[in-house]
């Protein structure tokens, strides 16, 4: 029985983010929790990207989650849930690297690679991963926000520019750049 209380519901796993939303600000747990199993990979590797250790991002992930649930009244647009959590995680993880800066890199092999996969393609996909995370820490704090708040963190610009106080505008052209760089420093990867 008690693998059944860890995953939602069958027809809770059906129900669009808004519904559960609406119904979690009510109270209902199982509601959240279904929120969870859907965008908490998302969040997890979102918060691991910024402070650098999966053992971190746990924690962090965790401590978001937390926060969110018991801010959930807050929640003026149960529709944009999701947008809402990357927003929560966000805070959080840039919360935590200003208070202990992170002392290992991010392993780059993961279990998004089974071992199964053959040890050349694990290690091409390990390098590429190592130049996107050099690209990516060579950009400016800025423009590496935006990229991830949009690429990993899939919130619109609109989001964007509401989680970093900036204009649509200054979101735009931080995210070209950021774009650009990357585009550049990935040349030989393609």
């Known amino acids: 029985m008690g693998s059944q209380r860890d995953t939602p519901s069958p027809d809770l796993a059906e129900v669009s ?4 939303a609406e119904r979690a600000i009510g109270g209902d747990a199982d509601a959240f929790k279904a929120l969870i199993v859907r965008h908490g990979s998302l969040v ?3 918060v691991a990207r910024i402070v650098g250790s999966l053992i971190d991002a746990d924690d962090v ?13 807050e929640l003026r647009d149960p529709a944009a849930v999701k947008p809402w959590l990357m927003r929560v995680a966000s805070r959080h993880a840039f919360a935590h690297l ?3 800066p992170p002392t290992e890199p991010l392993p ?3 279990a998004a690679y089974p071992s199964a996969m053959e040890p050349e393609t694990v290690a091409i996909r390990n390098a590429q991963l190592t130049a996107l995370a050099d690209a990516l820490d060579s950009l400016p704090e ?11 963190g899939e919130l619109s610009y609109d989001d964007i520019a ?3 106080g900036i204009p649509r505008s200054t979101v735009r052209g931080q995210l070209a750049r950021a774009r650009a760089s990357i585009h550049a420093q990935m040349e030989g990867w393609r």
């Open 17 to 20: 983010d808004e519904i559960l």
């Open 142 to 152: 800025q423009e590496r926000r935006c990229w991830l708040l949009r690429e990993v």
């Open 44 to 46: 997890r590797a979102y």
């Open 61 to 73: 992930t965790q401590e978001a989650l937390y926060t969110a649930w018991q801010r959930l009244p």
């Open 108 to 110: 780059i092999l993961d």
């Open 162 to 164: 509401k989680e970093l």
């Open 98 to 100: 200003r208070h202990k």
